[in-house]
């Protein structure tokens, strides 16, 4: 009798291969640039930009976009969702600058980082932005000071259990202090504005979403109590892509969400907002690198390429799982692959099945698309990878 048995290994590198295989096969325009001369290199897809807008748009059509420009702030990809109509969240002086040089209008763009520093407030404010979220009473103070009677909606803490880039940690607060904070805001002549909250980034359990609108729906109704007018809900970003497992579908997300909404906010907020990032861009750029050396230490398969965490990889440090694709064939082995730098904490990837490679191989490192290039430094001299958005 056959025998089967299914080798994880296997498993795993096919499901890369055919990533990979699509990814290339539908853009072809890609194809002259997967063997640069200089690498590392990010290449963008912007018409894959394109699309996934489209179909966030489409999906989430009560929603107003809003690109959060952290995610990647290439001006290529600015310009092109600019042109697409997004609006755009910003945290800092640069990114608004970035956008405000494309000719978006203060109208279109938000700041929903909950702690502001106060040139940034100054600047924006200035700008013509009057749209900020507040978590705590001094960034209401803050405001009061630097944007006086601007509109302000407070974020609420949410679980980011399933959520690989949890979020929840450092902000948020819940229901009661929320409706303080607004009520605080209200007294100081800021305009209570709305309520966001963020399930946590690459968000694959719709449970996160569930309790943010449960939430939201609860501090909705306290706060008409208390006579305040909320106009807005800002779910955030979340949206999830592919990596070295399938994520949840946006169209799936946006038709949950849709039902918490009619179910627990009936009367819809006036203004319905998002803000995705890595569900924008993540999967629309593919990281190319080079092998720059091998060894085996015990029992481990060692590989080393020229990027890693400080120059680019940086999310690897915490919980996102590259595919990673070598165009070679060859039995399979599990490698540790290590960044190009002299720190040990800069290690990429662990298990991560591969072919045998040489040094000087191209290594495609798929999904590279959001929170790579924002984040790279020059730790040890080793240079950004360069950006080309084709
Ligand atoms: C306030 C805020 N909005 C939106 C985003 C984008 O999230 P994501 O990339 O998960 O879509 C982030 C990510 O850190 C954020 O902090």
């Known amino acids: 009798m056959l025998k089967e048995t299914i080798d994880p290994l296997s498993l795993q590198y096919e499901n890369t291969r055919r990533y990979f295989t699509e990814f290339i096969s539908q853009r072809e325009h890609l194809l002259p640039y997967l063997k640069p001369q200089k690498t590392p290199l990010l ?58 040089e494309l000719g978006v209008k203060p109208e279109r763009i938000i700041s929903s980082n909950p702690v502001k520093p106060m040139d940034f407030i100054a600047y924006a404010y200035e700008k013509g932005i009057n749209r ?11 405001l009061t000071k630097t944007a006086p009677r601007s509109r302000v909606y407070a974020r609420l ?6 959520s690989d880039w949890p979020l929840s940690k450092k902000f948020g607060v819940d229901v009661d202090t929320a409706l303080d904070i607004l009520e605080y805001a209200q007294s100081k002549g800021l305009i209570p504005y709305g309520i966001t909250f963020h399930v946590g980034s690459q968000c694959n359990n719709f449970r996160n979403w569930l309790i ?24 955030g970003g979340g949206l999830p892509v592919r990596y070295t497992y399938e994520a949840l579908r946006i169209e799936d997300i946006a038709y949950y969400v849709k039902g918490l909404l009619q179910k627990f906010m009936p009367s819809l907020p006036h203004e319905l907002q998002i803000e995705p990032g890595r569900g924008i861009v993540g999967d629309q750029g593919i990281m190319v690198c080079r092998v720059i050396g091998k060894a085996k230490r015990g029992e481990e398969n060692w590989l080393y390429i020229d990027t890693g965490v400080f120059n680019g990889l940086a999310e690897a440090l915490g919980g996102i799982r590259y595919p990673f694709y070598l165009e070679r064939d060859g039995e399979l082995k599990e490698w540790t692959i290590g960044g190009v730098s002299c720190d040990s904490m800069d290690v990429v990837a662990r ?8 040094v000087g191989d191209y290594l495609y490192i798929l999904s590279a698309g959001a929170y790579t290039t924002v984040y790279a430094a020059e730790f040890n001299g080793f240079p950004e990878p360069e950006v080309l958005c084709l």
């Open 212 to 235: 943010g609108i449960k939430k939201a729906s609860e501090l909705w109704q306290k706060a008409k109590l208390r006579g305040l007018r909320l106009q807005m809900l800002n779910m």
């Open 157 to 162: 803490v949410v679980p980011n259990e399933g």
């Open 351 to 358: 298990m991560v099945p591969l072919p045998e490679p040489e």
């Open 132 to 142: 900020f979220v507040v978590d705590s009473f001094t960034e209401v103070e803050k």
């Open 43 to 100: 290449l963008m897809d912007l018409q894959g930009i394109k699309s996934r807008y489209i179909e966030v748009k489409y999906h989430f059509s009560q929603f107003k976009v809003y690109y959060a420009v952290k995610a990647n702030d290439h001006v290529d990809i600015l310009k092109t969702l600019a042109e697409l109509g997004s609006g755009f969240e910003v945290a800092s002086s640069e990114e608004l600058k970035k956008v405000l």
